[in-house]
């Protein structure tokens, strides 16, 4: 994205910039969060990126495409806060569905040549992330964070080029969060999606992340972008190690700033 811009007109009719000035060139496959305080911009930056807001300013390009083009071409898969479950179906139904509808989308995967990849083994993947004896239960029956999973596996089983996630795991307690961030990595490293993820967590952005862009509000932009150079899988001795604490101290620092701007912290 280059130079982007959104505007929102507020109720007392002024103008609120949700987003300025923003630079930010996300490498394909490669796992980026975007983590700031509250109003600096995060979930508008995810609805411009996906097509479904146009910036007043700038330009955002997806793998060649605009934002549009790309979510006609069913691009991008969609993980929000509160996973959208459709009650009435079971786990296994509703990850299922897409497939029954995405047509598009299964003709983009055979123009790409992976008609077989594009037809996951959808049952295997709720097995690898703990939802073997749960295929049959409707969402009213699952935990916050058995819906989550769900939610995660119909978004990788479409295989999409960009994966967005806001902020997945900001309900779930903090055992239930790191479980889930280890099957989204293997679920990513399967695939190797693009993925823009956006969290409240210092933690779980270095655990996750190839890059983590820092942002500000008033107005919303990007303060800081930090690579986090650690090797994977990172698993309990990689997140213990004093090289994860320094990335985890660098964006607590990062993020102090961008919190002054918010006038959280002084
Ligand atoms: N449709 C809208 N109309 C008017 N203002 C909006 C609209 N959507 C977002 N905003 C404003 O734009 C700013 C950025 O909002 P956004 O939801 O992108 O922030 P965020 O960083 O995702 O926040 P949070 O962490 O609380 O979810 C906020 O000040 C918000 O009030």
Same mark, same amino acid.
């Given at each position: 994205m280059h130079g982007v811009r959104r505007l929102y007109e507020q109720a007392d009719l002024s103008e609120l910039? #949700?987003?300025?000035?923003i630079e930010l060139t996300i490498e394909p496959g490669t796992f980026v969060s975007i983590i700031g305080? /509250? !109003?600096? !911009?995060k979930s508008t930056l995810l609805r411009l990126i996906s097509g479904q807001e146009k910036p007043d300013a700038g330009t955002i390009t997806v793998c060649g495409l605009t934002p549009k083009e790309a979510a006609e071409a069913k691009a991008f898969g969609f993980v929000p806060q509160s996973p959208a479950l +459709?009650?009435? @179906? /079971?786990v296994l139904g509703n990850v299922t569905l897409p497939h029954k509808v995405n047509r598009r989308g299964a003709a983009r995967r055979r123009s790409r040549g992976e008609d077989d990849r594009g037809r996951p083994d959808l049952e295997a993947m709720l097995r690898e992330v703990g939802l073997g004896e749960s +295929?049959?239960? +409707?969402? #009213? $029956? +699952?935990s916050g964070g058995m819906k989550q999973r769900t939610a995660i596996v119909r978004a990788f089983g479409l295989r999409p080029d960009v994966l967005l996630l806001? $902020?997945?795991? !900001? #309900? @779930?307690d903090e055992f239930t969060r790191e479980a889930l961030q280890e099957q989204l990595l293997e679920l990513w490293e399967q695939t190797r999606a693009t993925v823009v993820f956006v969290t409240h967590s210092i933690s779980e952005a270095v655990r996750l992340s190839d890059k983590v862009v820092v942002m500000a509000p008033r107005? !919303?932009?990007?303060t800081d972008v930090i690579d986090i150079d650690l090797p994977r899988p990172r698993h309990q001795e990689i997140i213990t190690s004093p090289e994860f604490h320094a990335y985890e101290l660098a964006l607590r620092e990062s993020l102090r700033d961008a919190f002054s701007h918010s006038g959280v912290v002084r």
């Amino acid at each position: 994205m280059h130079g982007v811009r959104r505007l929102y007109e507020q109720a007392d009719l002024s103008e609120l910039t #949700a987003l300025d000035d923003i630079e930010l060139t996300i490498e394909p496959g490669t796992f980026v969060s975007i983590i700031g305080p /509250s !109003g600096c !911009g995060k979930s508008t930056l995810l609805r411009l990126i996906s097509g479904q807001e146009k910036p007043d300013a700038g330009t955002i390009t997806v793998c060649g495409l605009t934002p549009k083009e790309a979510a006609e071409a069913k691009a991008f898969g969609f993980v929000p806060q509160s996973p959208a479950l +459709l009650p009435w @179906l /079971s786990v296994l139904g509703n990850v299922t569905l897409p497939h029954k509808v995405n047509r598009r989308g299964a003709a983009r995967r055979r123009s790409r040549g992976e008609d077989d990849r594009g037809r996951p083994d959808l049952e295997a993947m709720l097995r690898e992330v703990g939802l073997g004896e749960s +295929l049959h239960k +409707l969402p #009213a $029956e +699952l935990s916050g964070g058995m819906k989550q999973r769900t939610a995660i596996v119909r978004a990788f089983g479409l295989r999409p080029d960009v994966l967005l996630l806001d $902020e997945p795991f !900001g #309900a @779930l307690d903090e055992f239930t969060r790191e479980a889930l961030q280890e099957q989204l990595l293997e679920l990513w490293e399967q695939t190797r999606a693009t993925v823009v993820f956006v969290t409240h967590s210092i933690s779980e952005a270095v655990r996750l992340s190839d890059k983590v862009v820092v942002m500000a509000p008033r107005p !919303g932009r990007i303060t800081d972008v930090i690579d986090i150079d650690l090797p994977r899988p990172r698993h309990q001795e990689i997140i213990t190690s004093p090289e994860f604490h320094a990335y985890e101290l660098a964006l607590r620092e990062s993020l102090r700033d961008a919190f002054s701007h918010s006038g959280v912290v002084r």
